[in-house]
């Protein structure tokens, strides 16, 4: 289930005690009137919410203007003993392992988007540890890569962005991928040139006589096919409560294995390499975006069907009415 923390103004109170206690998939709703101190004299409300109708129910909040003054916190509950929470699990439709709670989703991948130094610096050594195991033929060293690298975030941005119609995350996840893969390039570029000035690499190096690098220069279908299955598994994994699959995710791709070979190839005037590398960035890249965009399209489909649904079949939301058809308290607010 999830918890919902209302803040909520003198003229919107009634309204949203109203509608999480008519609301069948919310439960144990509690309210203190005029217990704010900012905004003043503001009623503060607490619900617990079926995960199902979770975003729907937030909808109706913000319909009646609730964060415009006041604030919607949400917070996931681990465990909740309660036959009434039990009956509000069964009332709302659906598994509460599937359900998606969008503006967790927004919030999730909003963070994950910004542009920092750690950002690039992850990406940098991330490129790094990948550019050592292509030297070594190490795959312990490309895996370990593939977890560090930071890159899915924006990625996963920019699928959300596209689903939601977000420009402003969409241009910060463009902006973090941008800057970051090139710093990755760049950065194992010249390290790979002072590792063979120094004599820690051989003086020359191809992807053809190295497994794994041969296999990052190299992409054919399946290098597409794993990237869209990593994609949908990523966006599922992030906007369910089956976060648990992120990890495997982030090995599953070679976005950083792709850029940091790109590196080591173009040090070395590895034209093949470098080119294969670069396709193979591209695809994975590509292939994220499109699948990881077009679940989370189908998601937020079945989500508007749903919030069509409670908005012609509830009762209780159509006795509300739109936010400023039903009167205001008389309570003055609090000094």
Not at 37 to 64: C, I, N, T
Not at 131 to 138: Q, R
Request: some cysteine; proline content about 4%.
């Amino acid at each position: 289930m999830i918890h919902l923390r209302i803040v909520a103004t003198a003229d919107r109170a009634d309204q949203v005690a109203e509608l999480l206690t008519r609301s069948r998939s919310a439960c144990n709703v509690v309210r203190f009137e005029g217990v704010v101190h900012d905004p003043p004299g503001a009623d503060f409300v607490m619900a617990d919410v079926a995960r199902e109708d979770a975003s729907v129910l937030v909808s109706d909040l913000k319909d009646l203007g609730v964060h415009e003054q006041g604030s919607i916190s949400i917070e996931d509950i681990e465990a909740v003993i309660s036959d009434r929470a039990e009956q509000a699990i069964e009332y709302a439709r659906g598994a509460p392992s599937d359900a998606v709670v969008w503006e967790e989703v927004e919030a999730r991948t909003s963070e994950a988007t910004e542009l920092s130094a750690g950002f690039v610096l992850f990406m940098v050594l991330a490129a790094l540890i990948a550019a050592v195991g292509i030297f070594l033929n190490s795959a312990i060293l490309i895996v370990g890569a593939m977890v560090v690298g930071p890159e899915f975030g924006p990625l996963a941005g920019m699928c959300v962005a596209l689903t939601t119609r977000r420009k402003d995350v969409a241009a910060r996840s463009a902006l973090a991928l941008a800057l970051g893969f090139p710093a990755a390039i760049t950065v194992v570029f010249l390290a790979t040139l002072v590792f063979r000035a120094t004599g820690l690499t051989p003086d020359t190096f191809t992807s053809s006589d190295h497994q794994l690098a041969h296999i990052i220069s190299s992409p054919d279908f399946f290098a597409f096919f794993v990237a869209a299955c990593a994609g949908t598994a990523g966006m599922l994994s992030l906007s369910t409560a089956k976060s648990g699959a992120l990890i495997g995710v982030l090995i599953s791709v070679t976005t950083i294995p792709a850029a940091a070979n790109i590196g080591v190839a173009a040090a070395y005037g590895d034209g093949h390499g470098w080119t294969g590398s670069m396709v193979q960035l591209a695809i994975n890249v590509t292939a994220i975006l499109v699948f990881g965009t077009l679940t989370l399209a189908i998601q937020r489909g079945l989500y508007d069907r749903r919030r069509r649904r409670h908005l012609g079949e509830d009762p209780e939301r159509r006795a509300l009415g739109p936010a400023g058809d039903r009167p205001a308290r008389s309570r003055a607010a609090a000094p």
